[in-house]
């Protein structure tokens, strides 16, 4: 009987994935101030890189898929900044609905 | 039947003809990253305003069954990606177990969500319909509306995701090797499984340590 092709590579993947799960989880269990926000955004960074590098084939494929997924990234980073341009001044101009 | 992919019109090469369906299931990626991104956005707005509301919100949700969904889900995407593999290769027989085995994981996800949503129903954590919080707070009530409102959006995600392995798993399409259909499901739900990841620590690990 043949096995699957990738089935080591992407097992590799799987335990990393699952390792990075346990990184964030636990991590959240420590004060570690602003680092465990950082923690948690690298980590879900990395593992949807490695779920779209390896399962997705985004990076070994052909280069149009970058492009769409660029152009949808950079696209909900304006919407956020834009958004964001109400909270980043609201010491100048207080919102009604702001506790701070 | 021919285990062959026919050339649709508007090719002419099989591999052109792989590359535009690639292409086009990644433009509907990109509008449902558009379609959860204003959701994304919404939470990060509460949370400047409404930090210590956030954290205590989420201290309402279950650490536990919130990470072990997490591994259920990253667990689907490994069986998902050998499944593509294991039809490309022609072994049909492995591709239906491993698609079964996703629709089961994806199953097991949407049942133990369906647990928390009960327990957060007991809890009267539902804006709107049943809020009943001992700590009536605004932003408690907003943060369990963007909880619901995300996780109940990817739920509807995965159920439909569910329903297309499934009929991946008893169609034909495992006998054709060459054929995009499933790849094409794939990508969908590893889209899906993405989306949660970056859910996971947004709704369940602000601040655990307290």
Redesign the interface.
């Known amino acids: 009987m043949?096995a699957?092709?990738?089935?080591r590579s992407?097992?590799g993947?799987?335990l990393a994935?699952?390792a990075l799960?346990a990184l964030?989880?636990g991590s959240?269990?420590?004060?570690l101030g602003a680092w465990?926000n950082a923690i948690?955004?690298a980590?879900?960074v990395a593992?949807?890189a490695l779920?779209?590098i390896?399962?997705?084939d985004l990076w070994s494929?052909?280069p149009?898929?970058r492009v769409?997924?660029t152009?949808?990234?950079g696209?909900?980073a304006v919407?956020?900044a834009l958004?964001?341009s109400?909270?980043l001044v609201s010491k100048l101009a207080v919102?009604p609905?702001?506790?701070? | 039947m021919s285990s062959a992919v026919e050339l649709g019109e508007s090719y002419v090469a099989i591999e052109q003809q792989r590359q535009a369906q690639r292409a086009g299931l990644w433009v509907f990626l990109a509008t449902e990253v558009l379609f959860f991104g204003p959701l994304f956005l919404a939470y990060v707005q509460g949370r400047l305003y409404q930090h210590a509301a956030f954290v205590q919100g989420s201290h309402h949700t279950d650490l536990l069954l919130g990470s072990i969904n997490t591994a259920v889900l990253l667990t689907s995407s490994l069986t998902m990606a050998l499944a593509i593999e294991a039809a490309k290769a022609s072994m049909i027989r492995h591709a239906r177990w491993l698609l079964l085995g996703t629709a089961i994981l994806g199953t097991a996800f949407l049942a133990i969500k369906g647990a928390e949503y009960h327990h957060d129903w007991e809890e009267g954590l539902v804006p709107g319909l049943r809020f009943t919080s001992a700590e009536p707070s605004a932003g408690v009530e907003l943060f369990f509306w963007l909880y619901f409102a995300m996780t109940g959006v990817h739920a509807i995600h995965l159920f439909i995701a569910i329903g297309l392995v499934l009929w991946a798993a008893i169609s034909r399409v495992t006998r054709k090797p060459t054929s995009m259909r499933l790849p094409l499901i794939g990508l969908y739900w590893h889209f899906v499984d993405i989306i949660w990841v970056f859910l996971y620590p947004l709704l369940y690990l602000l601040e655990r340590y307290r």
């Open positions: 043949t699957i092709p990738q089935l992407f097992i993947v799987w994935l699952l799960l964030t989880a959240s269990l420590i004060p465990n948690n955004l980590v879900s593992k949807a779920v779209a390896f399962f997705m494929g052909e149009m898929p769409v997924l152009v949808a990234i696209m909900l919407l956020f958004s964001s109400d909270f919102a609905w702001s506790n701070r």
